[in-house]
């Protein structure tokens, strides 16, 4: 893992949502939800994007061959609910070479896979039906969208039991300052309070209601 990722091993959803309110970005991903509240996942994304099948049939999956370790792999299949993909194989796979997680704008199946193996899947739902002659791949690291958000390769992506919100490379450094700013205050927080203080005068104290006050980038 790379050092300007694996310093963002410290933060969840939440704290990073936060940051990028305070820029004013948009970064969650609505409706994505993981497999297990136990999942986590932290990676730079590998995009895949899908669309439905033509006359020649399509491949489904053997992208996965060139998914490297620790990356995470982000599957834009338009949200549809009735074709599946990502399944044992692929968890089985991708598990065994050390990939981060999967984040599907749509659905998986094979769950009880993944929840064999912790292999983290993150995403709309999941459903029995294939995709093998229902879709095709249209791109690879191409720009894609995830719960309406928009990602593209190499973005940071992070999940746990609230969620998945994406960081884009190019900000990534100015989430990472507002982020530990916005950490190390509720610390603080949670720390006077332990100490006797009311929770008013601990967030007053810590400028707690400006945390978030948008600043741009």
């Known amino acids: 893992m790379d050092t300007k990722l694996k310093r963002f091993e410290r933060f969840n959803t939440s704290g990073i949502s936060d940051a990028m309110d305070k820029l004013g970005v948009p970064c969650q991903c609505f409706g994505i939800r993981p497999l297990s509240l136990n999942f986590k996942t932290l990676g730079r994304a590998f995009t895949v994007k899908y669309g439905p099948v033509g006359t020649v049939k399509g491949t489904v999956g053997d992208y996965i061959d060139d998914v490297e370790s620790g990356q995470v792999v982000v ?43 912790n292999y983290p899947i993150f995403g709309l739902s999941n459903y029995m039906r294939t995709g093998k002659d229902r879709v095709q791949v249209e791109g690879i690291n191409v720009p894609v969208t995830l719960g309406g958000i928009r990602v593209v390769e190499g973005d940071i ?38 100490k006797g203080y009311s929770l008013r005068e601990a967030r007053e104290r810590n400028g707690y209601h400006k945390l978030q006050t948008k600043t741009g980038y």
């Not at 990502?86 to 009880?112: C, E, H, K, P, Q």
């Not at 960081?167 to 509720?186: G, M, R, S, Y």
């Open 75 to 117: 599957i834009d299949n338009e949200g549809r609910l009735d074709a599946t993909v990502w399944g044992d194989i692929l968890t089985t796979f991708s598990s065994m070479r050390g990939i981060a997680g999967t984040v599907i704008n749509g659905v998986n199946r094979d769950t009880d896979r993944s929840l064999e193996l």
């Open 157 to 194: 992506i992070l999940g746990d039991a609230d969620g998945v919100v994406v960081i884009p490379q190019e900000l990534e450094d100015k989430v990472f300052e507002i982020a530990t700013e916005i950490e190390d205050a509720e610390d603080r927080i949670r720390a006077e309070i332990d």
